[in-house]
């Protein structure tokens, strides 16, 4: 299995995997905006054309150095919301796929070949750490936009903090914790 290393790809390759990820789908796009950017994640807002002429379908397409997923606008108010809901949602995979547990996922994609991800200890070895990064380096930068109470309780319960002072009143109990933990 040929693992993708991290990528720093220029705004305009990852705006042609969009539009390469969309064209897979036959979807009619009206257009595509980038809504939320930062290291290893992007949020695009899609306009595609909907069954009834002048009807849009509002999505947010989660992508950037990890599996593209999509999120329908119905639920979801904000492309932060999505990111919070990408994240808990991959950990949720990562742990049902690698014990056999069935669940009613999105479609996991490899980037550019748009085929279905197996997870394996190699895929998940190479996620866990992109997932880490925006459980705790990017989720408290945007909580205060993540309204959705579901999305917040279920960030919670996995002990995240939502804020920047939550990281930094957890970060000295984790480096104390660690401590802890180390051999004598």
Known sequence: MNIPQEQNRTDAELQWLVQSFLARKSSSVSKTNVVFKDRIVSVYEVQALGPVAGESDGRWLVCGDLPFVEFGKVEL???EEAVA???LILREWIYCTSRGIPGDFPEVLFV???EP???SPE???WLGPRLTYLDWNVIPRIGQRILHP???MK???RGLPLTLEELDMISPQVEKSKENRKPE
């Open 77 to 79: 108010n904000t492309p």
């Open 85 to 87: 809901l990408y994240a």
């Open 112 to 114: 550019g070949t748009w």
């Open 117 to 119: 991800v197996q997870l």
């Open 123 to 125: 895929y998940g070895s």
């Open 150 to 152: 579901e999305i917040r």
């Open 155 to 157: 960030l919670r319960e």
